[in-house]
């Protein structure tokens, strides 16, 4: 079993960043692979980045591709997303997920934490 928190969202201007960080609890969290996704009032829930176990490999989607960076420490249950340069479409309650399948889909997760509101101004 893994219990995920996510933190660091808030309000910023356009143009600002943000660093979200995923807690995670269980002993096994370093076996999974993690992935950020976003969901936008009205939307559907997003893929932004994932991170491979190991740490190794990394994915983004296009639209934060080279703005946003995923990282994790495995000794602290710990990932990251530092979010730059960012945009009033940014906007959105960011999740983090952990599972064993592949990156880019939300039902290849099995473990959500309760996101975190990122808002961001013009």
């Known amino acids: 079993q893994v219990q995920l928190v996510e933190s660091g969202g808030g309000l910023v201007q356009a143009g600002g960043s943000l660093r979200l960080s995923c807690a995670a609890s269980g002993r096994t969290f370093s076996t999974y692979a993690v992935g950020w996704f976003r969901q936008a009032p009205g939307k559907e829930r997003e893929f932004v980045a994932a991170i491979s176990w190991s740490g190794d490999s990394t994915y983004y989607a296009d639209s934060v591709k080279g703005r946003f960076t995923i990282s994790r420490e495995n000794a602290k249950n710990q990932v990251y997303l530092q979010m730059n340069s960012l945009k009033p479409e940014d906007t959105a309650v960011y999740y983090c997920?952990?599972?064993?399948?592949?990156?880019?889909?939300?039902?290849?997760?099995?473990?959500w934490g309760q996101g975190t509101q990122v808002t961001v101004s013009s």
């Open positions: 997920a952990a599972g064993l399948g592949s990156y880019y889909y939300p039902h290849e997760y099995d473990y």
